[in-house]
């Protein structure tokens, strides 16, 4: 990497009367693990470097972005940023490293590990998932990754950065067939941690729910159909919160009026049970940073407090729109991507009630343990999710579990209407998409009601049913 004083010359070039310059350098190491029919079918290390430059001028943003990481290469790549951005005067800039209170320890190293001790933990979960039952499984992936990005960060504002990110991951995906039908499991773990997330989440763990679910699911009801209530699991992880209402909660798409929460600060959202949460800082999960990628620390921001909407995620530039902080959200994939206004770990806040009392008072509705893909439209909040695991609930307890069946419904909707939080609380994880950029999240919730929610499943002439929604 570059000294201090190359960068501030860099920055000078790069900003040449414009209103904000920066420069992001990144040092990528990776390892990937792909495990299908029970063979190992690809073990890919690689390394990949380079840096982008941007200048900020009036509403007017240039970036551009180079392999090389040499002085004379960056000072190219600045000077031909600064005329894209169409400014002529040069200022000074001093640099001021940062510092974060944010504690992501590595234990191990992914980099010491043997890559075939990798190889075997994959098998691990493959062979766990596999004996399950050998006849009805009919195939098990398995995917390994692990990441070490090294950053530096720098901008005309006189902030510098340097930061190492350690992230591991694993995932499990079973597919069971019996005649015609044919159901999926999954699982995962990971986090910002090194390889002793294996110790905390055990492969043979992983490998036998995701098998499990797919059996219980061949085997399960055809899910009913039409509006009734739905209790969202803590299991299931806040993809609900994340989808249908954390997007809209980022600033770019509110300024745009992309937002069903467009304009609403301080106006009444949601349940006055509802308090969501984004926190980069929360230890070792796989959201989790000590800074974003603009250099600014993690921080929490609550979004609605008790059903008020009290904030938004913003990067740099969204946040001087507005005359109001950086809230640490600034996030890109690599030194390709500008930076823009993404969740970290994003969750409704634990309330008071046990899961088990919410079951009992709920005589007759649909229990959801896992949230699967779906599609949301920002701008009006309307969703539409799978559930690839479900259950009837009947007369307060916990019956048959049930296949086929989704979610439909709206957002705003959704969070007025939660009349009961619970006091567990359950992660999720993966890779958000926007913009074509895909960053490392992390989502949660207790256990919560939905008193009436549209259930699309089968109906009694056996035809499936359900909305089709936007994606976002």
């Given at each position: 990497?570059?000294?201090?004083t190359?960068?501030?010359?860099?920055?000078?070039?790069?900003?040449?009367g414009?209103?904000?310059?920066?420069?992001?350098?990144?040092?990528?190491?990776?390892?990937?693990?792909?495990c299908?029919?029970?063979?190992?079918?690809?073990?890919?290390?690689?390394?990949?470097?380079?840096?982008?430059?941007?200048?900020?001028?009036?509403?007017?943003?240039?970036?551009?972005?180079?392999?090389a990481?040499?002085?004379?290469?960056?000072?190219?790549?600045?000077?031909?940023?600064?005329?894209?951005?169409?400014?002529?005067?040069?200022?000074?800039?001093?640099?001021?490293?940062?510092?974060?209170?944010?504690?992501?320890?590595?234990?191990?190293?992914?980099?010491?590990t043997?890559?075939?001790?990798?190889?075997?933990?994959?098998?691990?979960?493959?062979?766990?998932?596999?004996?399950?039952?050998?006849?009805?499984?009919?195939?098990?992936?398995?995917?390994?990754?692990?990441?070490?990005?090294?950053?530096?960060?720098?901008?005309?504002?006189?902030?510098?950065?340097?930061?190492?990110?350690?992230?591991?991951?694993?995932?499990?995906?079973?597919?069971?067939?019996?005649?015609?039908?044919?159901?999926?499991?999954?699982d995962?773990?990971?986090?910002?941690?090194?390889?002793?997330?294996?110790?905390?989440?055990?492969?043979?763990?992983?490998?036998?729910?995701a098998?499990?679910?797919?059996?219980?699911?061949?085997?399960?009801?055809?899910?009913?159909?039409?509006?009734?209530?739905?209790?969202?699991?803590?299991?299931?992880?806040?993809?609900?919160?994340?989808?249908?209402?954390?997007?809209?909660?980022?600033a770019?798409?509110?300024?745009?009026?992309?937002?069903?929460?467009?304009?609403?600060?301080?106006?009444?959202?949601?349940?006055?049970?509802?308090?969501?949460?984004d926190?980069?800082?929360?230890?070792?999960?796989?959201?989790?940073?000590?800074?974003?990628?603009?250099?600014?620390?993690?921080?929490?921001?609550?979004?609605?407090e008790?059903?008020?909407?009290?904030?938004?995620?913003?990067?740099?530039?969204?946040?001087?729109?507005?005359?109001?902080?950086?809230?640490?959200n600034g996030?890109r994939?690599?030194?390709?991507?500008?930076?823009?206004?993404?969740?970290?770990?994003t969750y409704?806040?634990?309330?008071?009630?046990?899961?088990?009392?919410?079951?009992?008072?709920?005589?007759?509705?649909?229990?959801?343990?896992r949230?699967?893909?779906?599609?949301?439209?920002?701008?009006?909040?309307?969703?539409?999710f799978?559930?690839?695991?479900?259950?009837l609930?009947?007369?307060?307890?916990?019956?048959?579990?049930?296949?086929?069946?989704?979610l439909?419904?709206?957002?705003?909707?959704?969070?007025?209407q939660?009349?009961?939080?619970?006091?567990?609380?359950?992660?999720s994880?993966?890779?958000?998409?926007?913009?074509?950029?895909?960053?490392?999240?992390?989502?949660?919730?207790?256990?919560?009601?939905?008193?009436s929610?549209?259930?699309g499943?089968?109906?009694?002439?056996?035809?499936?049913?359900?909305?089709?929604?936007?994606?976002?």
């Open positions: 990497m570059l000294e201090r190359d960068l501030q010359e860099i920055l000078k070039i790069a900003r040449r414009s209103d904000f310059a920066e420069i992001f350098m990144e040092q990528l190491e990776s390892t990937r693990i792909g299908e029919d029970r063979q190992i079918e690809r073990v890919i290390s690689g390394r990949e470097q380079g840096a982008g430059i941007r200048a900020v001028h009036g509403d007017h943003t240039a970036y551009g972005y180079t392999n990481l040499d002085r004379e290469s960056l000072l190219k790549l600045a000077d031909q940023v600064a005329r894209a951005a169409q400014s002529d005067e040069t200022t000074a800039v001093v640099l001021k490293q940062r510092s974060s209170t944010v504690q992501l320890p590595v234990a191990r190293h992914p980099d010491d043997p890559v075939e001790e990798k190889v075997a933990l994959v098998r691990e979960a493959e062979q766990s998932a596999r004996c399950q039952d050998e006849q009805l499984l009919r195939q098990v992936s398995v995917g390994y990754a692990d990441t070490i990005q090294q950053v530096t960060i720098a901008n005309t504002e006189g902030a510098y950065v340097e930061d190492e990110r350690v992230r591991c991951r694993m995932s499990v995906n079973a597919v069971a067939a019996e005649g015609a039908v044919i159901q999926t499991g999954y995962s773990a990971g986090g910002t941690k090194g390889f002793e997330l294996f110790d905390e989440e055990k492969p043979s763990e992983l490998g036998r729910l098998a499990q679910r797919a059996l219980l699911m061949l085997h399960a009801r055809r899910a009913p159909a039409g509006r009734m209530p739905v209790v969202l699991s803590g299991e299931a992880g806040g993809t609900m919160i994340h989808e249908a209402c954390g997007h809209g909660l980022e770019d798409l509110a300024q745009k009026n992309l937002s069903v929460y467009s304009g609403k600060k301080g106006e009444r959202v949601a349940s006055p049970l509802v308090t969501v949460v926190d980069g800082t929360l230890p070792g999960r796989f959201g989790s940073f000590r800074f974003d990628d603009e250099g600014n620390p993690a921080r929490k921001t609550v979004l609605i008790k059903g008020v909407l009290s904030g938004f995620m913003y990067d740099h530039i969204t946040a001087v729109k507005d005359e109001v902080e950086p809230t640490g996030r994939q690599s030194f390709q991507h500008r930076p823009i206004p993404r969740m970290s770990t409704l806040a634990s309330g008071e009630t046990p899961p088990g009392e919410i079951i009992r008072e709920t005589k007759s509705g649909l229990l959801v343990r949230m699967g893909g779906g599609q949301v439209n920002t701008t009006n909040g309307d969703f539409v799978e559930v690839p695991e479900g259950y609930i009947e007369n307060g307890e916990v019956t048959a579990p049930v296949r086929g069946a989704t439909t419904g709206n957002g705003p909707d959704v969070l007025n939660i009349d009961l939080v619970g006091s567990d609380f359950g992660f994880l993966g890779v958000c998409g926007k913009e074509g950029q895909g960053v490392p999240v992390s989502d949660a919730q207790p256990t919560i009601r939905i008193p929610l549209t259930v499943g089968i109906i009694e002439d056996g035809a499936s049913t359900g909305e089709e929604g936007d994606e976002d």
